[in-house]
């Protein structure tokens, strides 16, 4: 090895192999730190490095960047840092040159299986049980000509899902060595293609910190972020150290090839360094202040907006930098399609915690020409309190919709008041969303998502049954907005779980039937219970996997969910990127003749509502049904919904159509499987203008010629 080292250059950040000529350029950014030591391994688990190179700040210091080349090095050499400086909490510095520190811009980590949260923590050496970084030459993976899809919203279903459990269990039918990676995935992309998916929204597959959790559970969900830049190493069904790079590529082009898209989910508001007892892995030790909103009165202590014990400083330049370089790669090199910013109002605070009007790092997201066509979805709240809905800043920004969610289970629920809210989330939220330019398919709607109750324990259970996680239930969110339908937990009572079928089918119907984007949880299609536990962070186990027996066990919802999905893909009426205009006003006292002769004069996609009489929608607090008609008239699609969240049948009135044309049965959530959801061509005709609508179900009509 040639270690005739030269200056180096301050870019670009990280470790970068240079052609011309060979060597490796690294470059790593700490502001106080006195001195830097460049640590280079000869493989993953060694225990000591090969060799240590101190850089020279006269030499290798550009501003706050440190930085060297070593010729001859190239792409899998194992290296890490030592950062030497004053260790004075009160002033917000925490040097330790005796911990290994991974660089915060590493491609691949190494060191996973001897990794020791323990030993990160507290005074002593940690080399033997440090994680790595690997130097990468991205450059030489062939992407055969891919190109990311740019389905737009209007077109797009997501389904929210966690790549480990996905095809972790045994009865998954993937082979042992890929069950619960990138690989697997890739095996069960036929089964999201017939579902009707055009998104996949995966849990954090970055680089996380399985050990911050409570022994003997594991991490599990991956909101605990180690490395930005890196696949997460248990992801990977190869063992050779390019394995979680080039096996994540191989998933993206294998999505894109069947019309999928990939959006991560990313952690942007905390680490796995955790406040002032946490481990120092990385950027702790690196330059502590500058990562981490630190308390003004003491700046030992973290400021905690996340509530996972620190708060990245995200609106400081370099940690600004250090974003949007991250989703730029994200893009440029591994071909992602988007992401959902978790916890993404902490990115709207300023570096002292307060909230800000105009935030730099959410600006540069919106406006960096890298992330233009990605699509970017906003978890708009934070754990502190900050809830920025409707408000969060910029144009692009979509949003998950959790008003959405609230609303739409309190009315299933048949809570009072809750049919105006239904009607507005049906809309897309104007009221949420009042900006007359802002698409309505830029709310992400949702009934169910990883956090909380899967879709059959919203149906299941009235109170969370978290024990399992050892924190006495006392985690988890405490109001659900959920009904068991009569008894807790699993029964064998045909009546009660033919009722939680109908409200099943209930959710997916308004959620498929609403402007906006639709987003679904993994399993949700086939009853996937989590035993009523709503926070699985920690149970990676067959809890929190996906049951492949239920696909046949539950085969007849599964069957009216790819219905639904795969039917409203083709429709205009759901494609439409703007508030569909309302027609009648529903006004008690606007008559039948009235409302069709002003639906007629509309000739552009609108929405009438309805109550069990037509035109003469029940906006009383106590009402428990809503009806509503889509049209478009450009492609001739009239639709009439009707919703009955009350416990007794009740009969609607059915709007009168031109001669020649009939309404024809497309949704009864109250009928069994085959008759609960039919297609246009084989739906059959309804007689008369009256329809028995039984107690807490959802029928869905379409007009057909005769």
Not at 224 to 247: C, L, N, Q, V, W
Not at 441 to 460: A, K, R, W, Y
């Amino acid at each position: 090895m040639n270690l005739n080292i030269l200056p180096g250059n301050s870019f670009p950040i990280g470790a970068t192999v240079s052609k011309d000529p060979p060597g490796v350029n690294f470059s790593i950014y700490s502001k106080n730190a006195t001195a830097i030591e460049l640590l280079l391994f000869d493989e993953p688990h060694a225990a000591q490095p090969e060799r240590v190179i101190l850089l020279d700040p006269k030499q290798h210091k550009t501003h706050h960047y440190w930085h060297i080349f070593i010729p001859d090095l190239g792409a899998g050499q194992i290296y890490a840092y030592r950062a030497y400086g004053p260790f004075e909490p009160e002033k917000g510095h925490r040097f330790d040159g005796t911990k290994v520190l991974l660089d915060p811009y590493a491609r691949i980590v190494v060191g996973q299986e001897k990794y020791s949260r323990e030993a990160a923590t507290g005074f002593g050496d940690n080399c033997a049980y440090a994680l790595k970084g690997v130097v990468v030459d991205s450059s030489t993976y062939d992407w055969e000509d891919d190109t990311p899809l740019n389905i737009p919203y209007s077109y797009t279903v997501i389904y929210e899902m966690h790549v480990g459990g996905f095809t972790r269990n045994p009865n998954s039918g993937v082979s042992p060595k890929k069950r619960g990676t990138f690989a697997g995935l890739i095996e069960k992309i036929p089964y999201l293609k017939e579902l009707g998916i055009t998104a996949v929204e995966l849990l954090p597959v970055q680089q996380f910190d399985e050990q911050d959790v409570r022994e003997p559970l594991i991490n599990y969900w991956g909101y605990s972020p180690i490395a930005f830049f890196t696949p997460h190493h248990s992801y990977s069904s190869r063992k050779d150290i390019f394995g979680p790079m080039d096996e994540f590529r191989d998933m993206v082009k294998a999505l894109h090839r069947a019309g999928i898209e990939v959006i991560l989910d990313v952690v942007f508001n905390h680490t796995a360094e955790g406040n002032e007892n946490g481990p120092t892995v990385s950027f702790r030790g690196l330059e502590n202040s500058t990562y981490y909103i630190l308390e003004s009165d003491n700046r030992s202590y973290y400021s905690n907006y996340s509530g996972c014990g620190n708060t990245f400083n995200t609106n400081n330049p370099f940690v600004h930098r250090f974003i949007v370089d991250c989703l730029c790669y994200w893009v440029g090199e591994m071909h992602v399609d988007g992401f959902r910013f978790d916890l993404a109002s902490v990115m709207s605070r300023s570096m002292s915690g307060d909230p800000l009007d105009d935030p730099p790092v959410l600006w540069a997201i919106e406006s960096d020409p890298v992330l233009a066509g990605a699509k970017i979805i906003a978890e708009a709240w934070d754990a502190a309190g900050l809830y920025q809905v409707g408000s969060f800043i910029g144009d692009r920004f979509a949003e998950w919709n959790g008003p959405y969610r609230d609303d739409i289970r309190q009315f299933v629920k048949s809570d009072p008041r809750s049919v105006n809210k239904l009607a507005a989330r049906i809309m897309g939220s104007p009221d949420i969303y009042p900006q007359p330019d802002r698409e309505p398919n830029h709310s992400i709607n949702f009934v169910t998502c990883h956090d909380g109750f899967t879709m059959n324990d919203l149906v299941s259970y009235n109170e969370k049954h978290n024990e399992a996680n050892c924190e006495d239930n006392r985690d988890g969110a405490n109001d659900n907005h959920s009904w068991n339908c009569g008894v807790e937990g699993p029964t064998d009572d045909p009546k009660i779980e033919a009722l939680r079928v109908r409200q099943i089918k209930n959710f997916f119907t308004i959620l498929f039937f609403s402007q906006g984007t639709p987003m679904m949880l993994m399993g949700d299609e086939v009853r996937r219970t989590q035993l009523g536990n709503n926070n699985g962070y920690c149970q990676n186990n067959e809890l929190s996997w996906f049951d492949w027996e239920q696909i046949q066990k539950q085969k007849d919802i599964l069957r009216f969910v790819r219905g639904i999905i795969n039917f409203t893909q083709e429709l205009e009426i759901m494609q439409v990127d703007k508030v569909l205009a309302t027609v009648g006003g529903g006004t008690p006292e606007s008559s039948l003749e009235k409302q069709e002769a002003e639906i007629n004069r509309h000739q552009i996609p609108n929405i009438s509502w309805h109550g069990v009489q037509i035109g003469k929608p029940d906006w009383w607090k106590d009402s428990r049904t809503l009806a509503f008609s889509l049209k478009h008239p450009e492609s001739g699609e009239y639709f009439h919904i009707m919703l009955n969240a009350f416990w007794k049948p009740l009969i609607f009135d059915l709007p009168r159509l031109k001669f020649g044309e009939n309404w024809h049965l497309i949704v009864n959530s109250a009928l069994p499987s085959p008759n609960d959801f039919n297609t246009l061509e084989n739906a059959t005709k309804v007689i008369g203008f009256k329809y028995r609508l039984e107690a807490r179900a959802a029928v869905v009509l379409m007009t057909r010629k005769l």
